[in-house]
T-cell receptor, first 111, second 114 residues
Framework: GQNIDQPTEMTATEGAIVQINCTYQ??????LFWYQQHAGEAPTFLSY??LDGLEEKGRFSSFLSRSKGYSYLLLKELQMKDSASYLCAVFFAGNNRKLIWGLGTSLAVNP | DAGVIQSPRHEVTEMGQEVTLRCKPISGHDYLFWYRQTMMRGLELLIY????????DSGMPEDRFSAKMPNASFSTLKIQPSEPRDSAVYFC????????????FGPGTRLTVL
């Protein structure tokens, strides 16, 4: 199958660092996306990993390990506005191009 | 750029009625995706188009659902007849191979079928 697993909920404190993990049981994909979705809004693009390793973009970083079948999103210097759902999605290109989505991790940032 | 535009933003209808959701993708994008999002099932791909041609409709739940893309700037998702279990948020997204396959989402249509 192509299961994408993420923790359902996480809680963290403002100013702290949090790591949101995503594990998958699939192979042959082109890359892995992370999206952020605030309550009542649309998902918005955060990062896209094609190669193994860490991609850093400001306070947010994303890591991919194909051999270990997991990715994580690292959020530093947490702010209240980071309270949102974080969605991991595996991307397949080719003739049948599609994203396979996890259910998302709801992150609550407390003062 | 205005981004992906969807209408209506909210729709409340009664069971058995026809519902039409509309989407205008980002200009220049050659892929258009229709998703449904619920708490229980998350984001589910219903159908996607490439250059206005439907490529994969395996996610369309039943014959009650249909989608069209008559031109590069417009697509519709129709449910006829609607049922309470169709209540969800429906997102349209567009993308392009020249933008590293990133999908850009519209604001969504929150559908409630009574």
């Amino acid at each position: 199958g192509q299961n994408i697993d993420q923790p359902t909920e996480m809680t963290a404190t403002e100013g702290a660092i949090v790591q949101i993990n995503c594990t998958y049981q699939t192979s042959g994909f082109n890359g892995l996306f992370w999206y952020q979705q605030h309550a009542g809004e649309a998902p918005t693009f955060l990062s896209y990993n094609v190669l193994d390793g860490l991609e850093e973009k400001g306070r947010f970083s994303s890591f991919l390990s194909r051999s270990k079948g997991y990715s994580y999103l690292l959020l530093k210097e947490l702010q209240m506005k980071d309270s949102a759902s974080y969605l991991c999605a595996v991307f397949f290109a080719g003739n049948n191009r599609k994203l396979i989505w996890g259910l998302g991790t709801s992150l609550a940032v407390n003062p | 750029d205005a981004g992906v535009i969807q209408s209506p933003r909210h729709e409340v209808t009664e069971m058995g009625q026809e519902v039409t959701l509309r989407c205008k993708p980002i200009s220049g994008h050659d892929y258009l995706f229709w998703y449904r999002q619920t708490m229980m099932r998350g984001l589910e791909l219903l159908i996607y188009f490439n250059n206005n041609v439907p490529i994969d409709d395996s996610g369309m739940p039943e014959d009650r659902f249909s989608a069209k893309m008559p031109n590069a700037s417009f697509s519709t998702l129709k449910i006829q007849p609607s049922e309470p279990r169709d209540s969800a948020v429906y997102f349209c997204a567009s993308g392009s191979t020249t933008s590293t396959d990133t999908q850009y989402f519209g604001p969504g249509t929150r559908l409630t079928v009574l």
